[in-house]
């Protein structure tokens, strides 16, 4: 258990909102939250969303049931930072993790399981931490499954993914008690085969046991990040012949968007072929489906502890992912299949079957579960509540949305679906029409039209403001 926190206004504020609720909204009446994200998972892998190569029936349901966001973004396509915003609500430059080594969480972040639980939520972290410190400093109250690093000497070298290149991600990544002092090298070490079912097994562990409060249940998969293996039961389900490469595949990427040669890249051979993407999402659309049948048995538990119809359930991931497209592997880029995350939104008071365009932030969960719940909102936390889009009090958030990846790139999109990325280390720019080309592979920035000249000048005064506002801690030339 974690240790109890000294007394402060923050917790003040949470202790008297939660003796003073009205009858009508009283705590233990409040919705719970269950958060289940994904790792690198594209926007399109889901059948709901009209992929038919696919089979994702329960993360369909959630379609059918809640509100899916066709513009949810995350704002750096990396896994620490946009884990670290998720937690913080705050943007990388605001909570203190940038995108380069060493940095750190912040000590006046606050933190978005704290925020619940001194609101009069029980908090339970499940799966991936890959973020600074420990889910237990960060206002989770107890954790089960979870996989961190520290485990690099049961590590055994020679290991290989499914096409047998050497496996460099989630080297020594271990399954361990919440201060790491225990490790269960039995379990696996890195990712396995059957890992989903594992952190399955440790969400369903929270939901059957005895609540005296709502609760936060924050499950962490590590589908379908590489390595890639395929999953129990599912080896002759896909094929490669069978796959559809990306409309906008292309063998190799025009030019160095700043990691060319990052180790994302290096998991599939130069040049690419359709063949070798096609079965890349063979395996990777394996992965999905397997996460996707243990995000099947989380529902059925939730279920069947009576506890489903108030609960807000929350699907989504931390980015997205290339798998080809623009000739790319990897998600450290600002195009729109990684930039842009699946988000489905369902619960009490949530409309069913239903999209939204509008342009939200991954890292607006916080504020938005919390105004959601009536939990105050942290004073520290700049994201912005889509809550509103949630009840139906309007289809728009935020006129303008922005990206950015280590020093090396910078993105404004808006809302009429115009969208700019600059290359400040090589002096280049794309300016896309998203409306007339969705797949992003008519580069505007240097066309003589009028019209589009004017659009340029217009998105990169914007995003200069926003550098400028925010404060882009690096000099870009």
């Known amino acids: 258990m974690a240790k109890r926190l000294p007394l402060n206004l923050p917790a003040l504020a949470g202790l008297l909102f939660s003796l003073f609720c009205s009858a009508g909204e009283a ?6 939250i269950l958060f289940l994200l ?9 059948s709901a969303f009209g992929n038919n190569r696919i089979d994702t029936p329960n993360i369909d349901r959630l379609v059918t049931e809640g509100i899916s966001f066709t513009r949810a973004t995350c704002s ?7 884990r670290a915003e998720i937690l913080t609500g705050r943007h990388g430059w605001e909570n203190g993790i940038k995108g ?10 606050r933190y978005w399981a704290s925020t619940l639980q001194e609101a009069g939520y029980e908090t339970s972290y499940v799966g991936k931490w890959h973020t600074s410190g420990r889910p237990l400093n960060a206002g989770y109250s107890q954790v089960a499954g979870l996989f961190s690093g520290g485990g690099s000497k049961y590590w055994k070298e020679g290991q290989t993914d499914w096409k047998g290149f050497p ?5 020594g990544w271990i399954f361990q008690n919440a201060d790491g002092r225990i490790k269960y090298p039995e379990m696996g070490v890195g990712v396995t085969p059957d890992i989903s079912s594992k952190f399955a097994d440790a969400a369903i562990s929270v939901i059957e046991q005895d609540h005296g409060k709502p609760w936060f249940c924050h499950v962490n998969f590590t589908a379908p990040h590489d390595p890639l293996f395929i999953p129990p039961g599912l080896d002759d389900k896909y094929s490669g012949a069978d796959m559809e490469v990306p409309g906008n595949f292309m063998p190799a990427h025009p030019f160095d968007h700043g990691n060319f040669d990052g180790r994302d890249e290096e998991l599939l051979a130069w040049p690419r072929t359709e063949a070798a993407v096609r079965d890349l999402l063979r395996v990777y659309y394996s992965v999905i489906d397997d996460m996707d049948a243990q995000i099947g048995r989380i529902l059925a538990a939730l279920q069947e502890s009576g506890q489903y119809e108030n609960t807000i359930i929350i699907f989504a991931s931390d980015h997205g992912m290339s798998c080809g ?12 299949h990684t930039i842009n995350v699946p988000l489905i939104v369902k619960g009490p008071g949530i409309a069913a079957n239903t999209s ?13 579960t919390c105004d959601l719940v009536g939990a105050p909102i942290p004073a520290a936390v700049t994201a912005k509540s889509f809550a509103p889009v949630l009840r139906g009090e309007t289809g728009k958030h935020h006129d303008d949305i922005f990206g950015y990846f280590t020093d090396t790139q910078r993105m404004v999109r808006d809302d009429s679906g115009w969208k700019l990325i600059r290359y400040p280390q090589i002096d280049h720019w794309q300016l896309f029409d998203l409306n007339e080309d969705p797949l992003e592979l008519r580069n505007l920035a240097d066309s003589n039209e009028p019209a589009h000249r004017k659009r340029f000048t217009h998105l990169k005064g914007k995003l200069e403001n926003w550098r400028n506002e925010t404060g882009d801690p690096l000099t870009l030339p």
Not at 27 to 32: D, I, K, M, Q
Not at 76 to 82: A, E, K, M, R, Y
């Open 100 to 109: 380069f080594r060493g940095n750190k969480l912040e000590p006046d972040n």
């Open 356 to 368: 939204s365009d509008a342009q939200v932030y991954l890292r607006e969960l916080y504020p938005t």
């Open 167 to 171: 496996v460099t991600g989630y080297r």
């Open 325 to 336: 497209s623009h000739g790319l592997r990897g998600k450290q880029n600002q195009y729109e």
């Open 38 to 46: 994904a790792d690198d998972m594209r926007p399109d892998a889901v």
């Open 76 to 82: 750096n396509p990396i896994c620490v930072v946009s």
């Open 27 to 32: 705590a233990e009446s409040r919705p719970n």
